[in-house]
Each structure stands twice: as C-alpha cells, then as structure tokens.
T-cell receptor
C-alpha cells in the first residue's frame, strides 16, 4: 500500500484525558499532514510538519515526527467532546507524472462527556 | 469568508445517467482535487488540476471526467461507466502550483453524497 496507516483504528476516551494517534508510512517524505473530519463533513487541516522538524504544536495539539522510524504521532491534550471526529495523516507520494497526497484510513476518536 | 463550496449536498443517480458535482473556490488557489471516500476508508484521488485547462488522472479516474475552464471551478462528472458510484465525494484546493502537489495544506469542501436510485 502507498498509504500511511493510522493506529489505533478507533479510540474511546473520557473528556479531559489525552488522546494519542499514530501514523506510519513507507517512503521518504517532504512533509506529513494531519487532518480532522467531523461526521458527514469535509476534512480540516490541523498541522503540517516538515521532514526536518521533529515536533510541532498548535493549541492542544502536538505532532511529532520520527523519520528514522517513518512514523508520526498526534497528541490531543485535555480532550473535549467536540474533539470527537476521525483523524487522518497524509503524506506525499511521488508518482511518475507528479506528486499526490496519500491519506491513511484514519483513527476514529470518541470523547465521552 | 474564503472557502470551497460543493453542491449539491445529496445527489441521486439513475441507471445510465451522468451526473455532475459542482466545486467552486474563492481562495485563489491554483490546484484543485477530487477525492472519493467510501465508508471507513481514507480518501482516494480521482482527478487533480494544477492550472486552468490542465488536469491529471488520479488513482481511480475510470468512469469520471472533469474540466477546469476557470480557476475557481472544477466540476466532476460521474458517468454511467462508473458502476459503483455510491460514495462521499470531496473537493479540495491548495496553493500548490509549479512546485508540485503536497507541499501545502489542502482545503476541503463539505462534500456531496451520491447514491444510486
């Protein structure tokens, strides 16, 4: 598969707890992106981390990147019910005629209040 | 506010019928994309366009067609040749241009859900 793979497939936590989602990929990358999708809606871009960066923060989100292990993690701290959504990682895959962004199958996060 | 508008939100297709999904953006982005999402799966690229009057096939282009006559618009036609069209279709755009795809975040519309009658 060309895709990144998220782990776990589903995660259920209590409000206030931290949620960690992982993404593994197969080829060398220029950057890795994380997106959120609420049920029945489009994807929303969260964070883009470049291959020369190891960690990036945005509010309650922290993304790490380990290029030696070809993996990334998304940490959501102090989760809220509104964080309930699917989370996708995406990496650039180079094709013969150009690049494309390849999405994993996602992690479904449920935050219980 | 700038963004991407997809219409209609729901669409039903009859046997042998072509249907067209609309996608308009006012973000002044060069690149636009169409993805298909099936339940519990990630997104699969159908077509993309980096510039007006030019577009490229993605992974699952068979049974679909697109046009890019204006920078703001990238309509997708699901033809009768697409035998399994039931899915959630997402349009996106990004600032990516001559440097290639994937270096900038993509902005998504809220999708069109297509079903067969």
């Amino acid at each position: 598969s060309q895709q990144g793979e998220e782990d776990p497939q589903a995660l259920s936590i209590q409000e206030g707890e931290n949620a960690t989602m992982n993404c593994s990929y197969k080829t060398s990358i220029n950057n890795l992106q994380w997106y959120r999708q609420n049920s029945g809606r489009g994807l929303v871009h969260l964070i883009l981390i470049r291959s020369n960066e190891r960690e990036k923060h945005s509010g309650r989100l922290r993304v790490t990147l380990d290029t030696s292990k070809k993996s990334s993690s998304l940490l959501i701290t102090a989760s809220r019910a509104a964080d309930t959504a699917s989370y996708f990682c995406a990496t650039v895959f180079t094709m013969e005629y150009g690049n494309k962004l390849v999405f994993g199958a996602g992690t479904i996060l449920r935050v219980k209040s | 506010d700038g963004g991407i508008t997809q219409s209609p939100k729901y669409l039903f297709r009859k046997e042998g019928q072509n249907v067209t999904l609309s996608c308009e953006q006012n973000l002044n982005h060069d690149a636009m994309y169409w993805y298909r999402q099936d339940p519990g799966q990630g997104l699969r690229l159908i077509y993309y366009s980096q510039i007006v009057n030019d577009f490229q096939k993605g992974d699952i282009a068979e049974g679909y067609s697109v046009s890019r006559e204006k920078k703001e618009s990238f309509p997708l036609t699901v033809t009768s040749a697409q035998k399994n069209p039931t899915a959630f279709y997402l349009c996106a755009s990004s600032k990516d241009s001559g440097t290639g795809i994937g270096y900038q975040p993509q902005h998504f519309g809220d999708g069109t859900r297509l079903s067969i009658l």
